[in-house]
């Protein structure tokens, strides 16, 4: 005997009309239309996407490593002296020592001017079209390098390369943070790091070969190659694309970044964070005079933050160390013997960033810098101890104190400078404080590079006690200002200065707390000012 069926039976829903309730809700709730963001959908998905896009922005980066690197190792090589005896420092000519530092040193003009440059092409040409167009400048600086018969003309090639480089290292760790889900932004951001070591080691490794010096130059074309043509197949920045109100294909981006589709609740939250975002940061007229701004988007304090942070990276005095064959020999060390420990230390440097790649999403950006600005503080004593005794079993030990320096550096200030600062901004001004903030990294670096050279000449073994006290003056300025960043999405550090602003809080103080409201919440709207008019509320 069969029993009529109930009304809710009946009328059970089926899987088309669950689509099309879905279809109807996105359009309701967003006004976007399911078929727009379906033809909009990027190529890649999930962990396929994010290793894309990894794979691209490491790419970058290796780059970077590569190019500052291999003009480190070629500079006391025999041919390339013979190609250049401007480089060669000797007792009739000790002001080459000077040359030889400005030929390394040059190239930071360039990436300097190149990163200024993107505070006005960042937003307007996008992230992949800025990378693009870096990418490019690169690949003709690599060819004019590789072609360099006088030292004017290198000197011109290393600037026009360097220019390139500066516009891709502005954007490519911005592309990167806003393409990677929160709960792995740290570690992925943090390969950028170790691919800069990797590109240095690289460098090094190359050119030990008998082949010209123009071989190991040429060879950085690889990277530029691959990187300017894989990032075609690579879908923009949703934060980029709601700027420029291409909603549609920001949903489809988000969606594929999360592997979800655009009904999944989270998906939704995330479009919404972007959508709020905007909306408080379009509010008033937009110009380079919002990172002077404070209020609750903090942008003035978010801007000088990220700027003082790459300051400080090149302060440490990692490029005293990343010369490493010039300082090896200074330590006693033979010129085979230097090569050899130097790629001995780049290996190791690789090692270290590879743990530092795990530790970041657990231990905190806050404490991994504090761990590093004081492990480097200890390393430069004991160098400057070790150089007033300078004995045989003293420079031995500084050797093995340069692989220590590697290793806190690493941990605390290798890839995650590049991390924090693509964090620490606002939307608004994504572009204009990663494009200051790489600029003052190529200013401080140039600064270091030409000072360290003098220096060691002049004061010797008191260089260390420079970049000691240098170390040891980042710990408060870490402890006091920098506000902690992990596990919180790009849009719920606004809320997070937004806070502390109308509560009058310190802004450390409060993104270290539990309860801040995440952004797409009402909470976080009355927070952040958002008009009702312009709510997204996804379950709220």
Same mark, same amino acid.
Request: net charge neutral.
């Given at each position: 005997m069969s029993f009529p069926s109930s009304d809710q039976e009946k009328h059970q829903p089926s899987v088309a009309e669950n689509?099309?309730?879905?279809?109807?809700?996105?359009?309701?709730?967003?006004?976007?239309?399911? =078929?727009?963001i379906a033809t909009h959908a990027p190529l890649l998905r999930g962990r396929k996407l994010s290793a894309a896009v990894a794979f691209v922005a490491g790419t970058g980066f290796t780059l970077f490593g590569y190019d500052q690197g291999v003009m480190s190792s070629l500079l006391t090589g025999n041919q390339f002296e013979a190609s250049f005896p401007e480089v060669i420092v000797e007792a009739s000519h000790p002001d080459h020592a000077t040359l030889q530092s400005f030929t390394i040193a040059i190239y930071e003009v360039g990436c300097l001017f190149g990163a200024l440059s993107n505070l006005w092409v960042g937003d307007k040409l996008g992230r992949r079209?800025?990378?693009?167009?870096?990418?490019?400048?690169?690949? =003709?600086?690599?060819?004019?390098?590789?072609?360099?018969f006088s030292f004017s003309h290198l000197i011109f090639a290393r600037i026009f390369t360097g220019y390139g480089n500066g516009l891709i290292t502005s954007t490519v760790p911005t592309y990167h943070a806003e393409l990677s889900p929160s709960a792995k932004r740290g570690r992925m951001i943090m390969m950028e790091g170790t691919l800069i070591v990797v590109g240095v080691t690289i460098a090094f490794f190359v050119n030990w070969s008998s082949a010209q010096w123009r071989v190991p130059i040429a060879l950085q074309l690889v990277f530029e190659i691959i990187m300017v043509t894989c990032i075609g197949f690579l879908p923009e920045s949703p934060r980029w694309l709601v700027k420029r109100g291409r909603n549609a294909e920001a949903m489809a981006v988000i969606s594929a970044m999360e592997d979800k589709p655009p009904t999944d609740p989270e998906v939704q939250r995330t479009y919404y964070g972007i959508r709020e975002a905007v909306a408080v940061e379009t509010s008033s007229q937009g110009s380079l005079r919002d990172l002077t701004t404070g209020g609750r988007s903090q942008n003035f304090r978010r801007t000088a933050i990220a700027v003082v942070f790459m300051m400080m990276q090149q302060l440490t005095g990692i490029n005293l160390v990343t010369l490493w064959t010039i300082v090896f020999q200074r330590l006693g060390l033979s010129d085979i013997n230097a090569r050899i420990t130097s790629a001995a230390n780049g290996a190791e440097y690789v090692l270290a960033s590879i743990a530092a790649y795990y530790a970041i999403d657990h231990v905190g950006r806050r404490q991994l810098m504090l761990f590093g600005a004081i492990g480097?503080?200890?390393?430069?004593?004991?160098?400057?101890?070790?150089?007033?005794?300078?004995t045989t079993p003293a420079q031995i030990v500084s050797v093995v104190l340069l692989f220590g320096f590697n290793t806190f550096f690493a941990f605390g200030w290798l890839g995650l400078a590049w991390l924090y600062c693509a964090e620490i901004a606002g939307l608004r001004t994504r572009a204009p404080t990663n494009a200051l903030s790489t600029a003052s990294n190529w200013t401080f670096n140039f600064v270091v590079v030409m000072v360290v050279g003098p220096a060691f000449n002049n004061i010797s073994w008191r260089t260390y006690i420079v970049f000691a006290a240098l170390n040891a003056a980042i710990v408060p300025v870490v402890y006091f200002f920098f506000p902690e960043t992990g596990g919180r999405s790009l849009e719920d550090l606004d809320v997070v200065f937004a806070l502390a602003y109308i509560t009058g809080e310190d802004p450390v103080k409060v993104s270290l707390r539990k309860d801040v409201p995440l952004a797409g919440t009402r909470e976080a709207d009355e927070i952040l000012g958002v008009s009702p008019g312009v709510q997204y509320h996804i379950g709220m």
């Amino acid at each position: 005997m069969s029993f009529p069926s109930s009304d809710q039976e009946k009328h059970q829903p089926s899987v088309a009309e669950n689509t099309d309730l879905h279809h109807e809700q996105i359009k309701q709730q967003f006004g976007l239309d399911p =078929a727009d963001i379906a033809t909009h959908a990027p190529l890649l998905r999930g962990r396929k996407l994010s290793a894309a896009v990894a794979f691209v922005a490491g790419t970058g980066f290796t780059l970077f490593g590569y190019d500052q690197g291999v003009m480190s190792s070629l500079l006391t090589g025999n041919q390339f002296e013979a190609s250049f005896p401007e480089v060669i420092v000797e007792a009739s000519h000790p002001d080459h020592a000077t040359l030889q530092s400005f030929t390394i040193a040059i190239y930071e003009v360039g990436c300097l001017f190149g990163a200024l440059s993107n505070l006005w092409v960042g937003d307007k040409l996008g992230r992949r079209r800025t990378i693009v167009v870096g990418g490019s400048i690169m690949i =003709a600086g690599a060819i004019l390098q590789t072609t360099a018969f006088s030292f004017s003309h290198l000197i011109f090639a290393r600037i026009f390369t360097g220019y390139g480089n500066g516009l891709i290292t502005s954007t490519v760790p911005t592309y990167h943070a806003e393409l990677s889900p929160s709960a792995k932004r740290g570690r992925m951001i943090m390969m950028e790091g170790t691919l800069i070591v990797v590109g240095v080691t690289i460098a090094f490794f190359v050119n030990w070969s008998s082949a010209q010096w123009r071989v190991p130059i040429a060879l950085q074309l690889v990277f530029e190659i691959i990187m300017v043509t894989c990032i075609g197949f690579l879908p923009e920045s949703p934060r980029w694309l709601v700027k420029r109100g291409r909603n549609a294909e920001a949903m489809a981006v988000i969606s594929a970044m999360e592997d979800k589709p655009p009904t999944d609740p989270e998906v939704q939250r995330t479009y919404y964070g972007i959508r709020e975002a905007v909306a408080v940061e379009t509010s008033s007229q937009g110009s380079l005079r919002d990172l002077t701004t404070g209020g609750r988007s903090q942008n003035f304090r978010r801007t000088a933050i990220a700027v003082v942070f790459m300051m400080m990276q090149q302060l440490t005095g990692i490029n005293l160390v990343t010369l490493w064959t010039i300082v090896f020999q200074r330590l006693g060390l033979s010129d085979i013997n230097a090569r050899i420990t130097s790629a001995a230390n780049g290996a190791e440097y690789v090692l270290a960033s590879i743990a530092a790649y795990y530790a970041i999403d657990h231990v905190g950006r806050r404490q991994l810098m504090l761990f590093g600005a004081i492990g480097q503080c200890i390393v430069m004593l004991l160098l400057a101890i070790l150089g007033y005794i300078n004995t045989t079993p003293a420079q031995i030990v500084s050797v093995v104190l340069l692989f220590g320096f590697n290793t806190f550096f690493a941990f605390g200030w290798l890839g995650l400078a590049w991390l924090y600062c693509a964090e620490i901004a606002g939307l608004r001004t994504r572009a204009p404080t990663n494009a200051l903030s790489t600029a003052s990294n190529w200013t401080f670096n140039f600064v270091v590079v030409m000072v360290v050279g003098p220096a060691f000449n002049n004061i010797s073994w008191r260089t260390y006690i420079v970049f000691a006290a240098l170390n040891a003056a980042i710990v408060p300025v870490v402890y006091f200002f920098f506000p902690e960043t992990g596990g919180r999405s790009l849009e719920d550090l606004d809320v997070v200065f937004a806070l502390a602003y109308i509560t009058g809080e310190d802004p450390v103080k409060v993104s270290l707390r539990k309860d801040v409201p995440l952004a797409g919440t009402r909470e976080a709207d009355e927070i952040l000012g958002v008009s009702p008019g312009v709510q997204y509320h996804i379950g709220m």
